[in-house]
């Protein structure tokens, strides 16, 4: 069976919307609405693995990983880390690789780039708490999904990406890394495997 035609093309697609199907048998109703959705972020691709990093997805300028485990949640969780991630793949169109990697490389400083990413996760947030809420009013009669009512970022303090700029730069220059493209394999490879 044929889910999804226009993301075909995209590396993942096929393959992310038959787990989201054989996952959660509800989706079939919302399908279309996601491939809609993610087609216009500009996601380039899309994979599920497990992450070793205790994070639920990470998107990054080149595409987005959904973390296996997020498929052990409900459905409205789920939508939840989809939404959210895919805000980011908006946020990179929107604002570029310069700005989204700049305080990696020297030219925003780390505190803007701290207070900058915090600023980023909640408004990715606040949009998939908006996309949920979307999804639940267009298919009221076929979905029981609840918005979240939790905010993961909300109340994290600025240090903390502090410290994960400080590691990510740490580990650039360790790399010997020095081109922004290079970034996402850095940070993808921590992610991933802890290294």
Do not use: W
Not at 107 to 114: C, K, N, V, W, Y
Not at 134 to 156: G, Q, T
């Amino acid at each position: 069976m044929k889910l999804i035609g226009v993301l075909n093309e995209q590396v993942g697609f096929q393959e992310l919307t038959m787990k989201i199907a054989q996952t959660y048998p509800d989706s079939v109703y919302i399908l279309r609405f996601i491939e809609d959705f993610i087609r216009k972020s500009g996601c380039k691709k899309i994979s599920v693995e497990i992450l070793t990093y205790p994070a639920s997805g990470l998107s990054l300028v080149d595409g987005l990983t959904l973390n296996e485990r997020v498929f052990s949640h409900d459905f409205s969780h789920f939508l939840y880390v989809l939404f959210h991630e895919i805000a980011h793949q908006y946020q990179y169109t929107k604002y570029g690789i310069d700005k989204m990697y700049g305080c990696y490389t020297g030219e925003i400083p780390i505190r803007e780039g701290a207070e900058f990413m915090k600023y980023c996760e909640n408004v990715a947030d606040d949009f998939a708490f908006r996309k949920i809420r979307e999804v639940k009013k267009m298919f009221i009669n076929e979905l029981k999904i609840e918005v979240p009512n939790m905010k993961v970022y909300e109340k994290a303090p600025v240090e903390q990406f502090e410290r994960l700029i400080n590691l990510f730069i740490k580990k650039i220059k360790e790399k010997g890394y020095e081109r922004k493209e290079d970034i996402s394999a850095i940070i993808y490879n921590y992610v991933k495997s802890g290294v």
